[in-house]
């Protein structure tokens, strides 16, 4: 039997059944040792430094037991030490993004996936490079500046060489002021090779959701198709950082198996990460399984409610303090406005998760994969995202920066978030208001860059940030980025 080692490049030694198993039993033991939680409360607090602030972060076991308790209050701390984790690190930024659906071939049999195979029902759609040219187009007319791609897996109508043909064309689109200056990419499981080309091609951060960590369920939901294979999938990201690929993306899609088990197995994954390449995830996704053509939520056991969902997403936050953390459009406006106070870092909006959705007027449906919960317009969420005390960023100065992997988590740990990225986030909001944005999002896009400028503790900073964002209004444009 395969034994735990974190260290182990190895899917069955570094996600361990058996200490998974072991985990639950533990949490479920200690879900009411009062002194204990109060341990791991006071472990997962931020600690102010001579710099600014540092983090213990939890292992898989303390973090569980925080998500086995039920007491109410345990949860109010676990909430507000979220909240008090994401301020320190991540300020009221939340970072913009939109996915950018290229191909629905697929070869797998994924059983919650509409693009699945033997889906018959759907049509199947794969974008030119003209098309992709329409759909950047219509996505910088709404001022994205960050995509993330999302592909099937299918080596004939999608091969490597089609989805680097479409970075290439997406990085080239400049189109009025716009520009994709960073382009994530969630396509399946791949070589080192391939990670290699995706690296040499630009991209940002690498994202592949393990969907479930219970190998068992991995087998029978993923029946057939390249992507039955667990091993090959949960050491995915491995070879993805072997290829070069520093910011690398995780998530489980909840829904499918017991959420507690997925908890477990998912920090395990980043504590892997961590242990082997000296570096954790960039981000972790939190999707849950939502309607499509012909798949039913309901039909999978491990649903979740939105209560639980939510100590999900903070005790993550309180485990693993220094990766981002990204809520897409299959939640609510309702949920997603909760999940920004418990350490949410960055949110999309405005998306279509059809392959060409963009370029049409109405949002087709046709060759959909999820229902989208927040329809709003990218407008309405910048809007939303001020009103509640957020700055929306479009910000991908780091990455452009070279400050990846590592030198990242130093930028987010020295605390320097606030002479850093800060103004960043201002500067690009600026430019959103300005291309953009609707009368009353400017009006009120201005008066938060008034008040957050105040904020920038090093006056050199805050004088620099403030003449570029008049320079902005007189559209005087540079690439303004700290
Ligand atoms: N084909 C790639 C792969 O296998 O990883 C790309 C993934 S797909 C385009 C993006 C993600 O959507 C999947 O990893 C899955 O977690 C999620 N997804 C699939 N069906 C879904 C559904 N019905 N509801 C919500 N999310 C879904």
Redesign the pocket.
């Known amino acids: 039997m395969a034994k735990y080692n974190p260290k182990s490049l190895h899917a069955d030694e570094f996600i361990n059944h058996q200490e998974i198993l072991d985990t639950l039993e533990y949490a479920e033991q200690n879900k009411n040792n009062t002194e204990l939680i109060n341990s791991i409360l006071e472990k997962a607090r931020p600690i102010k430094t001579a710099t600014g602030c540092r983090c213990n972060g939890l292992t898989h076991r303390e973090a569980s037991v925080l998500l086995a308790s039920n007491d109410p209050q345990v949860t109010e701390r676990i909430y507000e030490i979220a909240e008090e984790i994401k301020l320190a690190f991540y300020g009221n930024r939340i970072v913009i993004f939109a ?1 950018l ?1 290229l191909s ?1 071939y ?1 070869v ?1 049999g ?1 059983v ?4 699945h195979l033997k889906n018959k029902t759907i049509p199947r759609k794969k974008l030119t490079q003209e098309e992709v040219k329409a759909e950047v187009i219509a996505l910088q007319d709404m001022g994205h500046k960050r995509l993330a791609i ?4 299918d080596p004939l109508h999608n091969p490597i060489e089609y989805i680097l043909e479409c970075i290439d064309t997406i990085y080239s689109i400049k189109h009025k002021n716009g520009a994709i200056r960073r382009v994530n990419v ?4 791949t070589t080192v090779e391939n990670y290699k080309k995706l690296k040499d091609a630009g991209i940002g951060t690498y ?3 393990q ?1 479930t960590y219970h190998k068992e369920s991995y087998l029978s939901l993923h029946p057939t198709g390249p ?1 039955h294979d667990y091993d090959y ?1 949960t050491e995915a990201m491995d070879r993805a950082m072997q290829g070069g690929i520093d910011d690398v993306g995780l ?3 909840f ?1 499918l198996e017991l959420y507690k088990y997925e908890f477990a197995g998912l920090l395990m994954h980043a504590e892997h990460l961590e242990a082997v390449h000296g570096v954790g995830p960039h981000t972790i ?1 939190v ?6 053509d012909d ?1 039913d ?1 309901d039909d999978f056991d491990g649903g979740i409610d939105d209560e639980t969902f939510e100590k999900i997403t903070a005790c993550i936050r309180l485990a693993v303090p220094y990766t981002g953390m990204i809520i897409s459009t ?1 939640e609510s406006q309702e949920v997603r406005s909760k999940l920004l106070r418990l350490g949410i870092s960055q949110v999309s909006g405005g998306s279509r998760t059809s392959v060409g959705g963009y370029a049409e007027e109405e949002r087709p449906h046709d060759t959909e ?3 989208v919960s927040d329809q709003r317009t990218l407008d309405e969420v910048v809007a939303w995202l001020m009103e509640n005390g957020h700055i929306p960023s479009f910000c991908t100065a780091c990455y452009r920066e070279g400050r990846t992997g590592d030198r990242f988590m130093s930028l987010c740990k020295s605390g320097q978030i606030l002479n850093c990225c800060h103004p960043n986030a201002l500067m690009t909001l600026s430019e959103y208001l300005v291309d953009y944005a609707s009368p009353r999002t400017k009006e009120l896009g201005f008066e938060m860059i008034e008040k957050e400028l105040k904020r920038i503790p090093k006056e050199k900073v805050r004088a620099i940030a403030e003449k570029n964002i008049e320079d902005i209004k007189n559209s005087n444009r540079r690439d303004f980025r700290f």
Do not use: M
């Not at 919650?112 to 693009?115: D, G, H, V």
């Not at 999302?150 to 897996?153: A, F, L, T």
């Open positions: 996915p659906y629905n697929c797998n994924c919650y996936c509409p693009y999302e592909s099937g897996e969630n396509i399946a499981a994202i592949l959701f969907e992507k999938h998530g489980v899609l829904g996704s999707p849950r399984v939502k309607r499509a798949i939520p299959r994969q999820f229902d």
